[in-house]
C-alpha cells in the first residue's frame, strides 16, 4: 500500500487524480455526500457573488439617482441606500449614526424585479422623510411609485418599468382610485417639469413647517389642496385665465405666476407682474414662482430682477430646463423661486393681475 501511495505521489498531480477516482469507486455513498456538500458549497459562492454585484450595481443606481434629486430639490431624497438580501419579508429602515437607510428585500433573482423592490423598500424612508407622515397613505404611495418610475426611467430600464406597471401600479390603482388619480396627476406634473422642481420643494417646506406637529387629517387636506392647485395651474388650456392668485393654507403659502408674450404684455411690460407680487405680498403670500416659455424667459429673468431692486422680495437661482407643454411639444423654460418680501401697507387696495401665460393659437 505504501508502495502504491509512494508511486501516486511521484506521478504528482496526475497520481492525485487516479487516487481520488478510486476512493469514489470504493466508497460511493461518502463520495455523494461529500459531493453534495461540495456542491451546495459552490452554489453558495455562487448566489453570494450574485447577489453581491446586483447590491453594488443596485446601490449604485439608487445612491446616484438621489443624490441628483436632492440636488435639484434640497432636502428631497438626502440619505443614501445600504442593500441587503434577507429570507422575509421587505423593509427599511435609517440607522441612526448616518443617513443611510438599511433596506432589506426578500432575493427575487431577477436583477429588474429586485431594483424595482429595493427603490419601493427605500422611498418611504429616504423620500420626503421629514413630511412624509403628513401626506396620508394614498399621497406617499403615489410619491414612492412616481418617483421609482422616474428613477427606472433615467436608467431606460424598460424590462423593470413594464414589471412595475403590471406587478405594482396596477393592483394598486385598482384597489385605490385615488392613487391611480393621484399617479396620473404627478405625471403630467413631471411631464411639465414642476414635479420636482416645484411640488417636491413645496413639501420639503411644508415638512419643515409642521415637523413638531401631530399628524392628523387637516395635513393631508392641505397637502391635497396643493397637489390640485399646481396641477389646475399645469393643465390649463391656451388662453385659459387663471381665476385664482395661489394656494394658501395653515402652513402653505404659494402662487405661481405665469408670464406669457402677449399684446398687453408686449406693451406694458414689467409692471403688471411687478403689481402683482405687490399684490401677493399685502395678501401675505410666502412664495412666489414665476414660469415662463421661449421668449418670455428674458421678461421672467427681468421681473426677477426688478422686483429685487424694488424690495419684494428675493429670487432663487432661475432653472432652465425643457419640458413639454398640454399640447406634448418640448419646449425650452424658465422657474424662478421668488421669495416674497414681507407685507406694506398700501394706501390703495391692490387688485391681482391674472395672467394668459399662453394665448390662444
Known sequence: MDELVSALVRWGPWGLLLAFVAWVLTNVEKAEKVGGHLLGFVGFLGTAARQQAIKNKIQGHVNGFARALNGETTGSMPLNMSLRFVKEIDRAELLKEGAVVVVRIKDRRDDDRNLVHAMLAFCPVGLLSQARPYFGREVGLALDLTVT?????????????????????????????????????????????????????????????????????????????????????????????????????????????LIGITERMEVEGTAPYLHHLQFLIAERYETAYLVARDRSIPMAEDVARLAEKQGLGNAGKAKEYTARDASGRARKQVLIEFTLGRPGHPTQPIQPQLFEADPPK
Open 149 to 257: 418610475r422616474k428613477l427606472l426611467n433615467s436608467l431606460k430600464h424598460y424590462s423593470a418599468l413594464k414589471y412595475l406597471y403590471d406587478e405594482i401600479v396596477a393592483p394598486a390603482a385598482a384597489s385605490s382610485p385615488s392613487v391611480d388619480v393621484l399617479c396620473r396627476i404627478f405625471d403630467e406634473l413631471d411631464e411639465r417639469g414642476w414635479f420636482s422642481k416645484m411640488l417636491l420643494k413645496e413639501l420639503v417646506n411644508y415638512g419643515a413647517s409642521v415637523e413638531s406637529r401631530y399628524p392628523d387629517r387637516t395635513h393631508a387636506i392641505e397637502v391635497r389642496g396643493l397637489i390640485d392647485y399646481i396641477h389646475l395651474v399645469a393643465t390649463r388650456g391656451p388662453g385659459e385665465t387663471l381665476t385664482i392668485p395661489g394656494f394658501q393654507s395653515p402652513h402653505i403659502s404659494t402662487a405661481i405666476v
